[in-house]
């Protein structure tokens, strides 16, 4: 159980070699292998959401996924949203409408917003709602969780590819 | 100037949305060990040993401690409400003799990895000769506390009743549950020799004494640090057993060590909250005015006596009359231990559970007496003119003295806004047609400000940036921004050149941290009386500097300028802290020995599914009066926040127990937290009609307006909806609990 392999992860268009237990988690090897502390565990059960990731595009509990499961895929986190100073149009939407609070659950709700509006940059609340309730936010009631998605929509309505997604491919 | 009042967007909020925040799990260090706690699995039993032998063989093992191990450390200490006969009730760090509750911490072993601490946890074995534990607090059993507040002639109110109406109310046990789990990492530093424990939260000040106390250090020897804090409610950043462990070990075993609780321990380990029963009556008069009021309850306070004393048994009693007159009244409180998780506050705490029984009970009082719920309301109301109103009774060592209120006020100007009378009529065309709808409502008042002081402290930075550092904590509610604001509304500077620092116990002697809706309050007096200095001070420098009278100049965003001449010479923040004779700061103290006293109004309206008995909320209001409200925007965030919670506490979330007392609710997948689909779009008016006379910015606390009265108001539009007044008796109302009174007769 406690040999190491080697795994080489492909996180926000950046390849990471690490050694990790097969058992190792995603998120933890994220968090603790690759340094990236912005995917949270809030429960580990693949329940609340804090540690939700982008693979090949998809919404991951990265609680759920081992490490070693991810090989080879394209990995996307909070971290990868933001080009430089200019903030990612679903991040800056949370910024403008008060859409966290304490912070913790924020990562997940971005990635999951992510994956969402780039699918379906039309999607109606109503639908926007059920989708989002995926997630637990134990701050804001999701009032302004839904009022940010909102508006993060018409941003990326207008501007389609306002901080793109790293190519996929060799790195 | 004029920043307070406005909704500014948040300082804090960049490192949080760019994954860069730092939350207690993100900090580690070179050489670090994990602590992981081996638990109680049973409720109640003789502690005869336990086992370690197979864990101290694996070689991952770097060191395993049980009771015998922390003999010399002391149980932990009361922070609040301490009454005299509660110390033998207070919990070690790890259990000996007997264990309590399950999950309860008998042993800790350390491992440099947190997989390698759990495979090795897992073969420690607690040996214990069970006993039957107590779980109903009903039933006699032991008594930590019984807690009275009284005054008036209780005896003549009742002998004097035109009708008594009394009532059995239960409120189930739930907590804060913050989607952050309890997390500290403590190292002990190489040359200083001193312990730094990070992952404070809440009451850094306070935990550090007491810590200092229980590991026999000297103050200057330890120092605690909050880094960012997801979600606090009460629950987060009180001092727990795995604290003192983690600090202890960090002393001991000379590396830093690392804990972070994962959420199957959360849900049995950090407080739990509410777990009330109530025995209510009230005398009353025709007219439905309470002549007297008496309640008995039953407080499930667990297996001990946690830092909160008997906090929330004594707000319960405190607060339970509310916005109603009740000339004479009688609360008694039996704070019972059972063999379940220890009880602490959870927001609002003895309001939520009070709210609910007033509330229940004034309806009650109308449907007896076939009178208007609102009419009885307004006829109980304490007037506007008999503000500031006293209670004959203390709470949290305070007089118990509302400070201002205009009552009727609010309700009519809500009642107005969300057109009642129409949503009545709504409903009733919605029920005439088959569908289960009501609306009921909750009115409260709350209380915030607790003193007995905040200091806070000032200075221009040679990069002009002005820094204030204070002693308050924050748990993710806004506190930087809406201390920022203050201090930029009294100084002329822009938000951006300004850097509010809390939770760092060595950059302040003393603080008293983030509970009880305190900081914007009494921090945020402090702020602006030390900002009004500060004000004064860089005008006497940069006139000096500039050569010219104080009174001739003024603050624009960085810099400072001439009054009427704006674009003549001007003086920027940096070169003028750079040019100062020396550093040009301010301090202030805020102090003050009462609390101040919002109120508002909550309004629920909810359908319920006649198959499944399931409730939906279809609609919420929220009205309540903040005093002054600094950043508008961030007290509707902490409103639909609470409201959100107490949705949960109403129909959702319970830490149950079997008849073991195993508990039940230990998953997300048993612990209901509601989702974005159980929480509708939520209505809030904030009034500013009745500022406290109690502070210089006429502010009061918005931290607990969101939960308080959620479950008296849903408990009344289910009444409402189903048509039979008094048939909610507990809370959560969960389908089979609804179920089963409609399939009960009619009262």
């Known amino acids: ?171 | 100037m004029g920043e307070i009042g406005r909704s500014a967007r948040r300082l804090e909020d960049p490192p949080l949305l760019r994954g860069a925040g730092r939350y207690a799990a993100d900090f580690s260090f070179p050489g670090m060990l994990c602590m992981r706690v081996v638990r109680s699995p049973v409720a109640f039993g003789r502690l005869l040993g336990v086992r370690t032998e197979a864990a101290r063989a694996d070689p991952g093992c770097l060191a395993l401690w049980t009771a015998a191990d922390v003999a010399d450390i002391p149980p932990i200490n009361f922070r609040l409400t301490p009454v005299p006969g509660l110390e033998p009730y207070r919990q070690r760090i790890l259990a000996e003799g007997h264990v309590r509750y399950a999950g309860e911490p008998v042993a800790v072993v350390f491992a440099a990895d947190p997989y390698a601490a759990e495979d090795i946890a897992d073969r420690v074995v607690p040996e214990i000769e069970p006993s039957t534990p107590y779980l109903d607090p009903r039933e006699p059993g032991p008594e930590a506390a019984i807690v009275r507040k009284d005054y008036g002639d209780l005896a003549a109110a009742f002998a004097n009743a035109h009708a008594v109406v009394s009532l059995e109310l239960a409120v189930g046990r739930h907590s804060g549950v913050p989607l952050e789990t309890r997390g500290a990492v403590a190292l002990l530093e190489e040359g200083s020799g001193i312990l730094r424990l990070h992952g404070a939260a809440k009451v850094p000040h306070y935990n550090r004494e007491a810590l200092a106390r229980m590991l026999g250090l000297s103050l200057d020897r330890i120092h605690l640090h909050e880094g960012h804090v997801g979600g606090g409610f009460g629950v987060r950043g009180e001092l727990y057993p795995e604290d003192v462990l983690v600090s202890l070990a960090a002393l001991r075993l000379e590396r830093p060590v690392k804990w972070i609780e994962d959420r199957f321990e959360h849900l049995m380990a950090t407080n739990h909250s509410r777990g009330q029963f109530h025995r209510v009556r009230a005398a009353v008069d025709e007219r439905g005015i309470i002549l007297g009021l008496d309640d008995e309850f039953w407080l499930d306070q667990g297996a001990y006596v946690r830092t909160h004393g008997v906090t929330v048994a004594d707000l319960t009693a405190a607060m339970l009359p509310g916005p109603y007159r009740v000339p004479a009244y009688r609360s008694v409180g039996h704070v019972r231990l059972t063999n379940k998780t220890p009880c602490g506050t959870y927001r609002a705490p003895g309001r939520f559970e009070g709210s609910f029984v007033r509330e229940r009970l004034v309806d009650a009082i109308a449907a007896r007496l076939g009178l208007d719920p609102l009419a009885v309301r307004r006829a109980n109301f304490i007037p506007r003119a008999a503000m500031p109103f006293r209670r004959e009774f203390s709470t949290l060592g305070t007089e118990l003295v509302y400070d201002s209120g205009d009552y009727a006020g609010l309700l009519d100007k809500c009642l107005a806004r969300i057109g009642w009378e129409k949503l009545k009529a709504e409903a009733a065309r919605r029920r005439e047609r088959g569908e289960l709808v009501g609306l009921g409502l909750g009115f409260f008042v709350e209380k915030s400000g607790l003193g007995p002081y905040d200091d806070v402290r000032i200075a221009l930075q040679s990069d002009g940036v002005v820094e204030v550092v204070t002693g308050a904590a924050s748990v993710g509610q806004g506190v930087e921004t809406a201390l920022a604001q203050i201090c930029a509304d009294r100084l002329g500077v822009g938000l951006d050149h300004i850097r509010v620092v809390h939770g760092q116990t060595d950059r302040i002697a003393r603080g008293m941290g983030a509970f009880a809706s305190r900081v914007t309050v009494m921090t945020g007096s402090a702020v602006a009386l030390a900002a009004e200095t500060l004000h004064g001070r860089i005008l006497a420098e940069a006139g000096r500097l500039l050569q010219t009278p104080p009174e001739r100049l003024s603050l624009e965003a960085d810099r400072v300028a001439m009054r009427d001449l704006p674009e003549g010479p001007s003086l920027a923040l940096a070169a003028l802290a750079h040019a100062a004779a020396g550093e040009i700061a301010a301090e202030a103290t805020f102090t003050t020995d009462r609390m101040t006293f919002p109120y508002g109004l909550h309004l629920a309206q909810v359908r319920i599914d006649r198959d499944t008995c399931a409730v939906a909320v279809e609609r919420f209001f929220v009205g309540y009066d903040v005093g002054r409200a600094v950043n508008p925007m961030l007290v509707e965030g902490q409103i639909a926040g609470g409201l959100a919670q107490g949705v949960g506490a109403a129909l959702f979330e319970e830490f149950a127990y079997d008849e073991s007392g195993q508990p039940m609710s230990v998953t997300f997948a048993d612990y209901l937290l509601p989702t974005m689909a159980e929480i509708p779009a939520i209505e809030v008016a904030i009034l500013e009609e009745a500022p406290s006379p109690l502070n210089p910015l006429g502010v009061k606390g918005a931290g607990e307006a969101g939960i308080n009265a959620v479950g008296a108001a849903i408990a009344a539009a289910i009444d409402d909806a189903i048509g039979r007044p008094g048939a909610v008796r507990q809370l959560p109302i969960t389908p089979q609990r609804l179920h089963a009174r409609l399939g009960e007769p009619r009262d």
Not at chain 1, 88 to 104: E, M, R, S, V
Not at chain 1, 144 to 151: C, D, G, L, Q, R
């Open chain 1, 1 to 171: 159980m406690t040999e190491k392999l080697e795994v080489v992860l492909r996180v926000n268009g950046e390849t990471r070699s690490i050694r990790v237990e097969p058992r190792r988690t995603l998120a933890d090897a994220l968090r603790e292998d690759c340094g990236l502390t912005g995917t949270h565990l809030g429960c580990e059960h693949g329940v609340c959401g804090a540690c939700t990731i982008l693979c090949d595009g998809h919404p991951v509990r990265s609680c759920l996924m081992f490490a070693v499961q991810a090989e080879g895929a394209e990995l996307r986190t909070v971290e990868g949203l933001a080009e430089g100073d200019k903030l990612h149009p679903i991040q800056q939407a949370f910024w403008d409408n008060h859409g966290l609070q304490c912070g913790f659950c924020t990562p997940g709700f971005l990635m999951l917003a992510t994956a969402i509006l780039e699918r379906d940059p039309e999607i109606g609340e109503a639908e926007l709602r059920i989708a989002l309730s995926s997630n637990l936010c134990r701050c804001t009631g999701y009032q302004n969780i839904i009022k940010s998605v909102m508006a993060a929509a018409v941003m990326m309505r207008e501007n389609p590819h306002p901080n793109p997604p790293p190519p996929a491919g060799e790195g």
